[in-house]
């Protein structure tokens, strides 16, 4: 089983910038693709992006391209969610999770970080 936990979360002005962690621990060698997903009071979650663990291409929901850059470590243990240029309206509790094999969605989900973007 995989184990994740985010960090790196705060309140931040807008126009700023935050980097998130995600910590991935237990069987990663499993882990088949890592993303990262927000949810606002009172709002659905909502699908930031995603980077393939191994290789290939990362995708990022429109609201956030050319803003946010999802990476990862060379060991394969840590991705990461670099946010530039914050608006209020990122403001959101932001989960990690994996998916462990091709087909199964996400099935591994993290406790969650907060970010607060303030006007």
């Known amino acids: 089983q995989v184990q994740l936990v985010e960090s790196g979360g705060g309140l931040v002005q807008a126009g700023g910038s935050l980097r998130l962690s995600c910590a991935a621990s237990?069987?990663?060698?499993?882990?088949?693709?890592m993303g990262w997903f927000r949810q606002a009071p009172g709002k659905d979650r909502e699908f930031v992006g995603q980077i393939p663990w191994s290789a290939g291409i990362t995708f990022y929901a429109d609201s956030v391209k050319d803003r946010f850059t999802i990476s990862r470590d060379n060991a394969q243990t840590t991705m990461y969610l670099q946010m530039n240029s914050l608006k209020p309206d990122d403001t959101a509790v932001y989960y990690c999770?994996?998916?462990?094999?091709?087909?199964?969605?996400?099935?591994?989900w993290g406790q969650g970080t907060q970010v607060t973007v303030s006007s």
């Open positions: 237990g069987e990663t060698t499993s882990t088949y693709v």
């Open positions: 999770a994996a998916a462990t094999a091709p087909g199964t969605g996400f099935n591994v």
